[in-house]
C-alpha cells in the first residue's frame, strides 16, 4: 500500500518534491498508475544543449546564446543517471532511451552507456538500451557507443533535400554528414537503425516519397512523426499537421504497404510494411490517433525532474533527493507514489475545455527529451 503524498512545491518553481511515505515497501517490479499503467520505459534527457536549431524544437528566437541552458552542476552526473536508473529497473523498467537536445554532446556519453549497460532487469536480462541522435556526429561516436553497450540506434532526419533540411534544422547542416552517420553506424555492427522524420506540412511533405524510397530495401525503419505541439516555443497549429492517414496514403499509392502486428502492448509507432518485402516503415500519429492509453514512459529531464508526460507543465525533483542523502528504497517509494498517482493523458485531451483550464507553459522536449 502507498500512502497518499502531497508533493512540496520548490521555492524557485523548478519542480514539485516527491515525498518520501512514512511506511517503506520493497519495490517487486509491479507498479501502475490511476489509469492502470505500468512503467517500462524511461526517457533520460542527457543535455539541455544541441548543435541544431529545427525550427520545431529548439527555434532559433527563442534557443539563443540569452537562453537559460543549465549550467554544469546542474547535469545528473554520470553516477547519479545510473543509480536512479537502476532503482527505475527494481520498478519495473526493461527499456532505456538516452536523448536530449542532442545526447552525442554530452562529454564521454559512451561512459554512461557503459555503466547502464550492466544493469539487469529483476528477471536477469540486460536492459534495451537506445538512444535517439540528430546523427551530426555520429561518424565520430559509433564505434565507441557500440563498444559500451548501446544496443539500437534512432537517427532524426527530415529530408534529403539539402535545402529543406537546412532550412529544417535552420544551422545549415548538410544531409549528406547524417546519411554518412548512418552509414558509420552500420559499420559498426548496429542493425536495425530507425530512422525518425517529423513531417510538417508545408515544409518538407515532398520529401515523404524520397525518404520511403532511398530507405526501402536497406533494412533501416523509416519513422513519420506528426508534427507535435509540445513545449511553448514552436509555433505549432494543426494546419501544419499532416496527419498519419495521408502519408501512409502517399506512399501506399507508389509503394504498396499494409500494417502489421505491433511488437508488444505500448509501441508508440504503428508499424506497416511494404507489400513488396522490402521492409517497414512506421507511424508515430501522437496527434491524430493518441496512445495515452498504453503510454508506459516517464521521463528524467537533465537536471533530474520526473516527468509523467511529454507535455506536462512541472516535474519532480528527483535530483534533490539524489543528492539529500536519501537511501535506494526511499528514493523507489517516492518514485512509486508518484507513478501510482499518474494520471496524464494529454493527446487525449488536446484542445479540450480541461486543457485550456490547466493552460500555461508546456515544459520544452530539448529538456526533457524526445
Ligand atoms: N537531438 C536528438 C534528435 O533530434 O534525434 C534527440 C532529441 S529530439 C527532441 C528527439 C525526437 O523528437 C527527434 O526525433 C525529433 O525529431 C522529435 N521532435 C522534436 N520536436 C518535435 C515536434 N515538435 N514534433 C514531433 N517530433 C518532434
Ligand atoms: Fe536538436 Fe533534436 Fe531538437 Fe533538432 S529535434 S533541435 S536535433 S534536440
Ligand atoms: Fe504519454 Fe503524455 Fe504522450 Fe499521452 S500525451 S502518450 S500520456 S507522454
Given at each position: 500500500?502507498?500512502?497518499?503524498?502531497?508533493?512540496?512545491?520548490?521555492?524557485?518553481?523548478?519542480?514539485?518534491?516527491?515525498?518520501?511515505?512514512?511506511?517503506?515497501?520493497?519495490?517487486?517490479?509491479?507498479?501502475?498508475?490511476?489509469?492502470?499503467?505500468?512503467?517500462?520505459?524511461?526517457?533520460?534527457?542527457?543535455?539541455?544543449?544541441?548543435?541544431?536549431?529545427?525550427?520545431?524544437?529548439?527555434?532559433?528566437?527563442?534557443?539563443?546564446?540569452?537562453?537559460?541552458?543549465?549550467?554544469?552542476?546542474?547535469?545528473?552526473?554520470?553516477?547519479?543517471?545510473?543509480?536512479?536508473?537502476?532503482?527505475?529497473?527494481?520498478?519495473?523498467?526493461?527499456?532505456?532511451?538516452?536523448?536530449?537536445?542532442?545526447?552525442?554532446?554530452?562529454?564521454?556519453?559512451e561512459v554512461l552507456v557503459e555503466m547502464l549497460a550492466k544493469i539487469?532487469?529483476?528477471?536477469?536480462?540486460?536492459?534495451?538500451?537506445?538512444?535517439?541522435?540528430?546523427?551530426?556526429?555520429?561518424?565520430?561516436?559509433?564505434?565507441?557507443?557500440?563498444?559500451?553497450?548501446?544496443?539500437?540506434?534512432?537517427?532524426?532526419?527530415?529530408?534529403?533535400?539539402?535545402?529543406?533540411?537546412?532550412?529544417?534544422?535552420?544551422?545549415?547542416?548538410?544531409?549528406?554528414?547524417?546519411?554518412?552517420?548512418?552509414?558509420?553506424?552500420?559499420?559498426?555492427?548496429?542493425?536495425?537503425?530507425?530512422?525518425?522524420?517529423?513531417?510538417?506540412?508545408?515544409?518538407?511533405?515532398?520529401?515523404?516519397?524520397?525518404?520511403?524510397?532511398?530507405?526501402?530495401?536497406?533494412?533501416?525503419?523509416?519513422?513519420?512523426?506528426?508534427?507535435?505541439?509540445?513545449?511553448?516555443?514552436?509555433?505549432?497549429?494543426?494546419?501544419?499537421?499532416?496527419?498519419?492517414?495521408?502519408?501512409?496514403?502517399?506512399?501506399?499509392?507508389?509503394?504498396?504497404i499494409e500494417p502489421i502486428e505491433a511488437n508488444y502492448p505500448g509501441?508508440?509507432?504503428?508499424?506497416?510494411?511494404?507489400?513488396?518485402?522490402?521492409?517497414?516503415?512506421?507511424?508515430?500519429?501522437?496527434?491524430?490517433?493518441?496512445?495515452?492509453?498504453?503510454?508506459?514512459?516517464?521521463?528524467?529531464?537533465?537536471?533530474?525532474?520526473?516527468?509523467?508526460?511529454?507535455?506536462?507543465?512541472?516535474?519532480?525533483?528527483?535530483?534533490?533527493?539524489?543528492?539529500?542523502?536519501?537511501?535506494?528504497?526511499?528514493?523507489?517509494?517516492?518514485?512509486?507514489?508518484?507513478?501510482?498517482?499518474?494520471?496524464?493523458?494529454?493527446?487525449?485531451?488536446?484542445?479540450?475545455?480541461?486543457?485550456?483550464?490547466?493552460?500555461?507553459?508546456?515544459?520544452?522536449?530539448?529538456?526533457?527529451?524526445?
Amino acid at each position: 500500500m502507498v500512502e497518499k503524498v502531497i508533493p512540496i512545491r520548490l521555492d524557485e518553481g523548478k519542480g514539485l518534491i516527491p515525498s518520501i511515505p512514512g511506511k517503506l515497501i520493497s519495490p517487486n517490479g509491479l507498479i501502475s498508475d490511476t489509469r492502470g499503467r505500468p512503467l517500462r520505459d524511461l526517457r533520460i534527457s542527457v543535455t539541455d544543449r544541441c548543435n541544431f536549431r529545427c525550427t520545431y524544437c529548439m527555434p532559433k528566437e527563442v534557443f539563443d546564446s540569452n537562453y537559460p541552458y543549465l549550467s554544469h552542476s546542474d547535469l545528473l552526473s554520470f553516477e547519479e543517471i545510473s543509480r536512479l536508473t537502476s532503482i527505475f529497473v527494481g520498478l519495473g523498467v526493461e527499456k532505456i532511451r538516452l536523448t536530449g537536445g542532442e545526447p552525442l554532446l554530452r562529454k564521454n556519453l559512451e561512459v554512461l552507456v557503459e555503466m547502464l549497460a550492466k544493469i539487469r532487469t529483476t528477471a536477469g536480462s540486460s536492459l534495451d538500451l537506445t538512444l535517439t541522435t540528430n546523427g551530426s556526429i555520429l561518424r565520430k561516436k559509433a564505434a565507441a557507443l557500440k563498444n559500451a553497450g548501446l544496443q539500437r540506434l534512432t537517427i532524426s532526419l527530415d529530408g534529403l533535400n539539402d535545402n529543406i533540411f537546412k532550412k529544417m534544422n535552420d544551422v545549415d547542416f548538410p544531409v549528406t554528414d547524417v546519411l554518412d552517420g548512418i552509414v558509420a553506424a552500420q559499420e559498426v555492427g548496429f542493425s536495425n537503425l530507425k530512422v525518425n522524420m517529423v513531417v510538417k506540412k508545408g515544409t518538407n511533405d515532398q520529401e515523404i516519397i524520397p525518404m520511403a524510397k532511398h530507405f526501402k530495401g536497406t533494412g533501416v525503419t523509416l519513422r513519420f512523426i506528426e508534427f507535435m505541439d509540445v513545449g511553448s516555443s514552436n509555433g505549432w497549429d494543426l494546419s501544419q499537421v499532416l496527419p498519419s492517414q495521408e502519408v501512409a496514403n502517399r506512399i501506399n499509392a507508389v509503394f504498396p504497404i499494409e500494417p502489421i502486428e505491433a511488437n508488444y502492448p505500448g509501441e508508440v509507432a504503428q508499424r506497416w510494411r511494404y507489400v513488396d518485402g522490402s521492409g517497414e516503415i512506421g507511424f508515430i500519429s501522437s496527434v491524430t490517433q493518441t496512445f495515452c492509453h498504453e503510454c508506459t514512459r516517464a521521463r528524467i529531464s537533465t537536471d533530474g525532474q520526473l516527468y509523467l508526460c511529454l507535455f506536462a507543465k512541472e516535474g519532480f525533483d528527483f535530483k534533490t533527493l539524489l543528492r539529500s542523502g536519501k537511501s535506494d528504497l526511499e528514493i523507489a517509494n517516492a518514485i512509486m507514489s508518484t507513478w501510482t498517482k499518474r494520471d496524464d493523458h494529454y493527446s487525449e485531451i488536446r484542445g479540450s475545455n480541461t486543457l485550456i483550464a490547466n493552460g500555461g507553459k508546456k515544459v520544452e522536449m530539448s529538456y526533457i527529451g524526445g
